[in-house]
Structure formats: structure tokens, C-alpha cells
């Protein structure tokens, strides 16, 4: 296994390698959410040396690997050891062909209880008081807007509610990350640590569903900003009925929302930053490396501003952190995507760069996309590609399933972008209409190493400031240009 590979850190809202290159990272959800988690491990099978050969031809080079709590610790105290030297067995294959990973430890709905509702927590750390979930009638998230079970498990969780004399929930799951951070502390693909996926307030996050949902009647019938005639006349018309969500702009979504800002900003400073505080620490008790990601709670992703601040511990800030949103369209996941509303999930987006400007940090978007039938919802795919591309944000495509490399998503998600830049970015863009990519920066000082731009294609022309070099791929379609640039000013245009 070569060791290579650049380390990443951060400076400001940058990501940066150990030559002070900025880096940008295109990359995709893998996650490992099946039945019998403690037994096997589903997404091994997905993560052989074919499929990332692929994966690194289409111009992937980051994972965001989701992982369960209840895999891992599936008895209490002990760990499942084969389980992650199966992960590790990943990161080996990543770490030959320069693919970084995230571990996420992920849920939704806090566990399984058992169930096979949700993910998350084994049985043992599911405090629910007696409560069990109830299958979902109409959505998967159900639980969350009404189940005590849920509910209970978080608000325990949050709490750090005793267990044993071994200590409470949190001093477990701080037990079980640090375990985890030590065993890959040394990898050479470690990318960082992704805490908690989409973190839910408890039982007040039931209360900020009821007030949603009573803004949203009254936003709706009594506001004056949506033309109720309009509204009323699409839902009646069946050829027009799939742009009724459309009078739901970003600004009338957050007219709506803005009933839950005081409960979410009081989960996010009294609940979530002391937990991520506590995680990090122990985190960092066995390992500098990997870089810390705070993730919005679950209904931020509606554009609920996200309040915690930057991770402290000991008196001092962690210097190695990153923000890690997730928005989606309210479409996604329907035949309907294609009818998804740049405007509404924009304007979440847009929070969530308010958000990183105070934390002054880069960006991840760990989850974003999804998916529908047919292809007309790739325009908003494209539109949400170009947005993170004008942010300089790097992000990872809710995910994996079975044939995705091999999907005509392919044609829009692998596509021209710097993935090492000797200097600072100004801007960079990919113009379908045309083809041409252009990357702007500013270069300081003199680099022993090249910009790097990943090729979808072989391109028809290049101008670039300097000398450079197409590196083809293995598959010999694709590949990578190389920059050697000069101090100054620096403009390249390829185009396809």
C-alpha cells in the first residue's frame, strides 16, 4: 500500500494538501445500511478493485463511507473487529488509486430497535423507555416527526443518560469513535471523521415538525405569498398539477420554516455542540489526523439557519474542521424529481454558505442529489453541480446503488474539475453549451508540483499559463492535465 498520498488539511474555507495545493473533491455516499449488519459488510462487494478503477476513471476521488454504530459495537464493549478490517480493506484499495475517505457514522431514525426501522444505534444504547417504533404508512421519515420512539432514543442520547457504571450513551459512542479513530489514525487515504449523519433534536424535533406544518397552513392561506387562485388551480388541473410545489419558492420555504428557528438554534448550541465537542476530543486523544465534520441537524436541511459554533475542547478551537450539509428537493426520490425547484433548494444552499462564512471553514456537501425515474432531473442536477463549483465546495452524491457507474448520470456527474491547484482559486466553471472548463487562480510562489485538472474526455485544445501535460488514464478516454504554472495570475481553458 503506497503512503503517497497527500495529507489534507484545511485553511479557512479551503482544503489544502501537504504541498499548500487547494483542493477540490468530487466523490460519492457509499453506505453500508443492510440487514444483519454485524455479520457482513454489504458494501465491501461494491468497493472491489474493478469498481474503483471505474470510479477513479470517472474522476471520484473521495468516498463518504457510511457505517453503523450497531455494526461496529454490536455488544456492548466489544467491538467487531472483522467488520473493520473489512473497512480497512477499502481504504487500501482507495489509497493505490489516491481516493480519500470520510468514515460516516451514519443513522436515520436513531436504530433499528430491532425492527428493520431505520439504522443507527445498537439495541443496548436504544433508551426509548419501553416505546417501539411503528412502520411507516406513507414516508421512511415518519418516525421522526411523531414517533416517541425515536423521540425518547435521542432525547436519552443527548442527555448522556446512564447505561451502567460503564457510563452513559455519549460515553460509549465517545468510546466507540476513539476506538474506530485509532484503528485507521495512520491511513494513508483518511480523509476525516463524519460524527453523527444528520443529527434529530428528540422530542423537540416533533415539536418543530408541528410548528412547520402549522406555518406552513398559515403561510399558505393567509400571508399573501402564494396566490392561493394560482395554488388552488394547479392542484385541480391534472396537467398542471406537479407544479403546485412550485409557489413554495426559497423565500416562501423559509417564511414557513422560520417557526422552528428559536428550537433548532436551542438544539444546536445546548445539545449538538457540546456533544461533537466531547466526540472530537476523543477523537483527537488518538489521532491529529483526519479532518472534523459538523453536519446541520436534520431540519436544516429544509434551510433552518445551523447555529452551533466551531468545535472547541480544552479552551481551544480545533483547527482541522469542515461544514457538511445536506439539503435535498422535496421531490427527490418520486417520479417527480424532474419537476425539482432550483430556487427552493438554492436558497437552502444558500443558508448553508452563511453558515460556513461564520464558521469560515470549507465545505463538504455530504449529501445532495438522490435520484427519480427517467432523465429529467438532471438540469437540477447540473444546477446544483454549477452552484457548489461557484462556491469552491467539494461534495459527495447521495449514492451508490447497484449499476450507478455505469448510469447516463454518469454524463453529468464526472465532468472537467481542478482537483489540485497550485495556489489560490478565483473561480472555476464548466460551460456545458460550449464544453470549455476555465480554472482562474492566483499563484504566490514557485511549486515543485503541478495543478491538476481531471479530464472527462481527451480535450480538443488546452491554453494554459506555463507548460503542461496530458496524463491519459488507464481506460485511455479520460486522464488528467498538468500545470506547471508561474507566480502570478493564472488562466487555463480546456476545451472538449
Known amino acids: 500500500m503506497p503512503n503517497s498520498m497527500e495529507k489534507i488539511t484545511t485553511f479557512r474555507q479551503s482544503f489544502v494538501d501537504s504541498r499548500g495545493r487547494e483542493r477540490i473533491f468530487n466523490g460519492v455516499n457509499i453506505p453500508d445500511k443492510g440487514d444483519d449488519r454485524a455479520d457482513r459488510s454489504a458494501f465491501v462487494h461494491a468497493c472491489d478493485d474493478a469498481f474503483l478503477d471505474k470510479m477513479q476513471s470517472l474522476g471520484f476521488n473521495l468516498i463518504r463511507l457510511g457505517m453503523t454504530w450497531e455494526t461496529i459495537e454490536p455488544e456492548k464493549g466489544s467491538f467487531n473487529l472483522p467488520y473493520l478490517e473489512s473497512v480497512k480493506a477499502i481504504l487500501d484499495r482507495c489509497a493505490e488509486r489516491e481516493i480519500y475517505v470520510f468514515l460516516d457514522m451514519h443513522q436515520d431514525l436513531y436504530a433499528s430497535f430491532g425492527r428493520g426501522i ?33 423521540h425518547k432514543a435521542f432525547d436519552n442520547f443527548w442527555a448522556n443518560t446512564k447505561i451502567d457504571e460503564g457510563g452513559g450513551v455519549l460515553d460509549y459512542f465517545a468510546r466507540m469513535w476513539q476506538f474506530v479513530a485509532g484503528m485507521f489514525k495512520d491511513h494513508p487515504a483518511l480523509f476525516g471523521f463524519d460524527i453523527l449523519n444528520e443529527p434529530f433534536p428528540g422530542t423537540d424535533g416533533g415539536r418543530v415538525f408541528k410548528k412547520i406544518i402549522f406555518n406552513l397552513v398559515r403561510v399558505t392561506l393567509f400571508s399573501g405569498s402564494i396566490s392561493r387562485s394560482k395554488l388552488v388551480s394547479d392542484l385541480i388541473h391534472k396537467d398542471r398539477r406537479m407544479y403546485f410545489l412550485d409557489h413554495y419558492t426559497g423565500e416562501v420555504l423559509r417564511l414557513v420554516t422560520s417557526a422552528a428557528d428559536e428550537l433548532i438554534y436551542r438544539f444546536d448550541t445546548q445539545k449538538y455542540s457540546p456533544f461533537i465537542n466531547k466526540i472530537s476530543k476523543a477523537i483527537r486523544e488518538k489521532t491529529d ?73 470549507p465545505v463538504i456537501v455530504g449529501e445532495w442529489g438522490g435520484g427519480g425515474s427517467g432523465n429529467g432531473w438532471f ?118
Open 379 to 496: 438540469p437540477h442536477v447540473m444546477f446544483l453541480l454549477d452552484l457548489f463549483d461557484r462556491n469552491k465546495w467539494s461534495q459527495t452524491y447521495w449514492a451508490y446503488t447497484e449499476g450507478f457507474l455505469e448510469s447516463e448520470l454518469m454524463g453529468v456527474l464526472s465532468r472537467p474539475y481542478p482537483q489540485a491547484v497550485t495556489g489560490t482559486i478565483s473561480r472555476y466553471a464548466f460551460d456545458r453549451g460550449n464544453k470549455v472548463f476555465t480554472l482562474v487562480y492566483e499563484q504566490a510562489r514557485e511549486f515543485a508540483c503541478d495543478t491538476v485538472i481531471y479530464l472527462p474526455s481527451i480535450p480538443k485544445a488546452v491554453e494554459a499559463s506555463g507548460t503542461h501535460t496530458i496524463e491519459k488514464g488507464m481506460d485511455g478516454a479520460t486522464g488528467l492535465l498538468r500545470v506547471k504554472s508561474p507566480v502570478g495570475k493564472n488562466k487555463i481553458k480546456v476545451w472538449f
Open 289 to 361: 489526523n483526519g479532518i472534523l465534520l459538523m453536519e446541520n441537524s436534520y431540519y436544516s436541511n429544509l434551510g433552518i439557519p445551523y447555529s452551533a459554533p466551531a468545535i472547541h475542547y480544552d479552551g481551544e478551537r480545533e483547527e482541522k474542521i469542515a461544514f457538511a450539509p445536506h439539503a435535498y428537493d422535496f421531490m427527490v426520490d418520486t417520479d417527480l424529481y424532474k419537476y425539482a425547484n432550483n430556487d427552493r433548494v438554492g436558497s437552502i444552499f444558500a443558508e448553508h454558505r452563511r453558515s460556513q462564512q461564520r464558521l469560515d471553514v
Open 118 to 150: 431505520g439504522d443507527g444505534a445498537p439495541k443496548w444504547a436504544c433508551l426509548s423507555d419501553g416505546r417501539l417504533p411503528r412502520p411507516a404508512k406513507f414516508v421512511w421519515a415518519e418516525g421522526y416527526f411523531w414517533g416517541k420512539a425515536v
